[in-house]
């Protein structure tokens, strides 16, 4: 069965520090694949996608995405992280139904 | 534009209760879908819809009802509350029918607790 794995639960790192946020799929074949951000108390933003092609994409707020296909990863990264940038972080995949199935989220506090 | 809108914020029922909680878009998507979110589980497709009048099931549909009559609105039925059903519910839609995995907008939620 399709899944998807955030193997961190919670996330610290310090303002200015890198980030990464970690996320496994089990599909057999490429899935569309996102990473969506939740702010405490609002609804779920699309940080960036992949469907296809260069599998280093760009996304907003200064984050971006790999997708490596033998690892059936698609991690988050960001060079700097800002105080704003605290929030849980959900990665997803579309595995070619209508049905998304998100991943069960990474929580990120960041100390000033 | 409004996006997606969600009432109410809040809600308090009792067991067995009754009530549908309202999810309105103003963007012409014709996919929409619902989605609770609890703790360590992340967020589970309850039912969506690919335009009006067409609905499915997702992966936690039991205890659940949905219709769509217009491409703007997607009501979510519950039909007998359960402690269960506490959660937060999300709204959310996208361009096309959801099969060309558009980015979804999500509404801001609406917390429900069944006591």
Redesign the interface.
């Known amino acids: 069965a399709q899944s998807v794995t955030q193997p961190d639960i919670h996330i610290t790192v310090s303002e200015g520090a890198s980030l990464e946020l970690r996320c496994n799929y089990s599909y057999g074949a490429t899935p569309y694949l996102f990473w969506y951000v939740q702010s405490p108390g609002q609804g779920l933003q699309l940080l960036l996608k992949y469907f296809s092609g260069d599998t280093l994409v760009q996304g907003i707020k200064g984050f971006e995405a790999e997708f490596k296909r033998s690892q059936s990863s698609f991690n988050l990264r960001k060079p700097s992280v800002h105080w704003s940038d605290a929030a849980e972080y959900f990665c997803a995949v579309a595995p070619g139904t209508y049905k998304y199935i998100f991943g069960t989220g990474t929580r990120l506090k960041v100390l000033a | 534009n409004a996006g997606?809108t969600q009432t109410p914020k809040f809600q308090v029922l009792k067991t067995g209760q009754s009530m549908t909680l309202q999810c309105a878009q103003d963007m012409n998507h014709e996919?929409m879908?619902w989605?609770r979110q609890d703790p360590?589980?992340?967020?589970?497709?309850i039912h969506?819809s690919?335009g009006a009048g067409i609905t499915?099931q997702?992966?936690v549909p039991n205890g659940y009802n949905v219709s769509r009559s217009t491409t703007e609105d997607f009501p979510l039925r519950l039909l007998s509350a359960a402690p269960s059903q506490t959660s937060v519910y999300?709204c959310?839609s996208s361009w096309g029918?959801?099969?060309s995995?558009n980015?979804?907008f999500?509404?801001?939620?609406t917390r429900l607790t069944v006591l």
Do not use: I, T, W
């Not at chain 2, 360590?40 to 497709?45: A, F, I, S, V």
């Not at chain 2, 999500?106 to 939620?109: A, D, I, K, N, S």
């Open positions: 997606v996919y879908s989605y360590g589980m992340g967020l589970r497709l969506y690919v499915d997702g992966e999300f959310a029918d959801g099969g995995y980015e979804q999500f509404g801001p939620g």
